[in-house]
């Protein structure tokens, strides 16, 4: 088990920048795959990036060119670094670990991402 942590969302205007943080509770070297979700009011939870342990990355096309995550296995942690951000960003962003490469177990608490227009 890894208990995660978000930080770094918060109030910013259209066209802005955001880095999310997610610390993880032990190493995550051994965890296949680490990614970025986010849910808004009233939708689903969707995929915004993810990344392997091997560095491979995969963007939603609705972020790909202005969104990129990246994770330090030396210091366990996550990133997002957003930015050009549009009001549709606006989301609860999560940060979710998928140890075997099958499917997400781990989940933050998410940290609220709301971008003005």
């Known amino acids: 088990q890894v208990q995660l942590v978000e930080s770094g969302g918060g109030l910013v205007q259209a066209g802005g920048s955001l880095r999310l943080s997610c610390a993880a509770s032990?190493?995550?070297?051994?965890?296949?795959?680490m990614g970025w979700f986010r849910q808004a009011p009233g939708k689903q939870r969707d995929l915004v990036a993810s990344?392997?342990?091997?560095?491979?990355?995969n963007y939603a096309d609705s972020v790909k060119g202005r969104f990129t995550i990246s994770r330090d296995n030396a210091k366990n942690t996550l990133d997002l670094q957003m930015n050009s951000l549009k009001p549709e960003d606006t989301a609860v962003y999560y940060c979710?670990?998928?140890?075997?490469?099958?499917?997400?177990?781990?989940w933050g608490q998410g940290t609220q991402v709301t971008v003005s227009s």
């Open positions: 979710a670990a998928n140890p075997w490469g099958f499917q997400y177990t781990n």
């Open positions: 990344i392997t342990v091997g560095g491979r990355t």
């Open positions: 032990r190493n995550i070297f051994s965890i296949e795959t």
